[in-house]
């Protein structure tokens, strides 16, 4: 008597969330707390503040000059996902010419999002010295003092990233195959980027816009 063999089941597959990219996320979650603790301390400061004491200060900005310098940011986030997207397909350099933009690799676009980086802290210390020259210092005043500590602390943040790719380039010319762990390393610089421009928007929005 012939007994009937039960057919094999299908192998089933879980699609684990890459350890890496979780942590990033739950540690931008802690950074966010960070930015929202400063958030918090310029609204206070504003509502003890004399309005026209406030105002006085605030006119100081050059928001015409720090409007280019956001632009210049919001661009690199641009360039930084072109450049992740190229990872992701493990395109670490071009295949081309380097006139040809649609044929850029990863290397290529990381590097145009650091030297933006790069601009933007140089825009941001040039403000600096001209509202100083107007006695505007993290000293003079409460307005400053905010001021300084909550652009500051962004700027600190804006290094951190341009450190990160540095360390993302460096590692792939060194690396002899670009697989995924390049790859995950391109990717989860690219969301502390992001976190680092939306913050500035919001930063740029609240201190130069609702002055």
């Not at 006119?59 to 641009?78: G, Q, W, Y």
């Not at 071009?94 to 850029?104: D, E, F």
Request: net charge positive.
């Amino acid at each position: 008597m012939s007994t009937a063999t039960a057919a094999p089941r299908p192998h089933v597959s879980v699609n684990r969330p890459n350890p890496v990219q979780v942590g990033t996320i739950v540690w931008l979650a802690s950074e966010l707390m960070f930015f929202a603790g400063l958030f918090a301390m310029y609204f206070t400061v504003k509502s003890v503040m004399p309005a026209s004491e406030w105002a006085a200060q605030s006119d100081k900005l050059n928001v015409p000059f720090s409007a280019v310098n956001t632009t210049i940011l919001v661009l690199s986030s641009f360039t930084c996902q072109a450049g992740t997207h190229a990872a992701e397909h493990f395109r670490a350099r071009r295949t081309g010419s380097l006139w040809n933009v649609k044929r850029w690799g990863m290397v290529e676009w990381m590097t145009v999002t650091y030297i933006m980086g790069g601009l933007f802290i140089a825009g941001q210390v040039t403000e600096y010295a001209d509202l100083v020259e107007q006695g505007l210092s993290i000293h003079s005043s409460a307005y400053g003092s905010v001021f300084y500590l909550a652009t500051g602390f962004h700027g600190l943040h804006v290094l951190g990233g341009l450190f990160a790719f540095l360390f993302l380039l460096g590692r792939t010319f060194s690396a002899k195959r670009f697989g995924h762990h390049e790859a995950t390393s391109a990717i989860v610089i690219s969301y502390y980027w992001h976190f680092v421009d939306v913050v500035w928007v919001a930063l740029f929005s609240i201190i130069y816009l609702l002055r």
